[in-house]
């Protein structure tokens, strides 16, 4: 008998012996005490997540702090997962191979750090003028996401889900004003993704660097501009510090899908119901990263433009434009690598073909009507 299909069948009284349980049934209304125990008393798990972060790093650290705790909350304690920050187990960057190895049994970072190991991975993270998180989690639970994301890890015995999203990013920080496409040329800027190769082909210098490193590039002028996720993270980076202009939109990252990836092994040890929590958790902490930025956001932004002297400027449309016809050709490459790839991109285009069409006329004429008249 499943947990909770016997806590429901349970009357009043009994004390689950070795389970601190209140039944809520008499003695002999309770035949399932024992069966109940068994369960209890079950294996358990203990698993270690390696992250891509720094311990507790607002929304991205304590994204991972919260899947971790909500699935030994809703497991009983019958699986505990202890989170490390990137580096203290393994360096940020591998904790891809840490999980596919075995050597620990579940990681949180963001897909598009993988691209070395599956090109196709980015497709599942973050895409230049590509879907945003709703439309994501869209394509994730009720189109065809999520299975042809399993379907790439699969031969790295990883067994992936969204396990947040970021939202909307920021377009980055940067150390002169970009006034047209020439003052891309040049330009060294930490960024990751699909959209370092569109910097790249716009004329910038795209450079690799984990989030702990930005701050010290930046100032140092090791880098001219950095993008990071949004204001509540940046805040936190203190990355008005190093540079004074932050621009928007974050047209590389219309969201971040942040995922958790289980080894295989791992995985199919887990009993059902235990799979199940984990598969809930992660669809709650996604939800809940997303609710996270939302209501965090907003503050900090205000925090950094008026307490900080932040200079808030739009990217130019000319600039947005190129970016954008340069994308299209940047993610139609990753759709030509193999058939998987094919496949990917295929059903991730097909799907935001048809959602964009009812967020012109949903979200994106609600927000414009919003904005009419009076404020
Ligand atoms: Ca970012």
Redesign the pocket.
């Known amino acids: 008998m499943k947990r909770r299909e016997f806590l429901k069948t349970m009357g009043t009284g009994t004390v689950v012996a070795g389970t601190g349980l209140v039944a809520a049934c008499g003695p002999k209304e309770c035949p399932t005490v024992e069966a109940a125990a068994v369960v209890a008393a079950g294996e358990t798990f203990e698993w270690k997540m390696v992250t891509a972060w720094p311990l507790n790093f607002p929304g991205l650290g304590t994204g991972a702090n919260y899947l971790a705790r909500i699935i030994g909350e809703m497991s009983g304690g019958r699986i505990t997962v202890k989170v490390y920050g990137g580096g203290e187990l393994v360096p940020p960057f591998e904790a891809f191979d840490a999980v596919s190895r075995g050597t620990v049994e579940m990681g949180h970072a963001a897909p598009y750090y993988w691209k070395g190991k599956t090109p196709t991975a980015q497709l599942f993270s973050?895409v230049p003028f590509g879907m945003t998180a709703s439309e994501m989690n869209g394509w994730f639970y009720h189109g065809e996401g999520l299975d042809l994301w399993r379907e790439t890890y699969e031969p790295f015995n990883m067994v992936p889900f969204p396990a947040g999203q970021?939202g909307v990013?920021m377009g980055g920080w940067f150390n002169k004003e970009i006034n047209s496409v020439a003052d891309l040329q040049g330009l060294k800027m930490r960024?990751?993704g699909l959209g370092a190769e569109v910097l790249k082909r716009a004329g910038g210098t795209p450079v690799t660097l984990p989030g702990a490193e930005l701050f010290t590039a930046l100032e140092s002028g090791t880098i001219d501009a950095t993008?990071?996720?949004g204001p509540y993270n940046d805040l936190a980076f203190g990355l008005f510090r190093a540079a004074g202009y932050y621009y928007y939109p974050?047209w590389?990252?219309p969201t971040?899908t942040l995922e958790c990836f289980i080894n295989g092994d791992a995985w199919r040890a887990l009993p059902a119901d235990l799979q199940a929590i984990v598969e809930q958790a992660c669809k709650a902490a996604t939800q809940d990263m997303t609710a996270e930025f939302t209501a965090r956001n907003p503050a900090a932004l205000e925090q950094l433009v008026s307490e900080h002297g932040v200079q808030l400027r739009r990217f130019p449309d000319d600039v947005l434009v190129r970016l954008k016809t340069i994308a299209a050709e940047v993610v139609a490459e990753i759709g030509a690598i193999d058939a998987l790839s094919r496949r990917v991109y295929d059903s991730y285009m097909a799907f935001m073909a048809q959602v964009r069409r009812w967020h012109d006329i949903s979200d994106l004429a609600y927000l414009e009507a919003r904005n009419l008249g009076p404020r």
């Open positions: 973050a970021s990013q960024i990751p993008e990071w996720v974050g590389h990252e971040a």
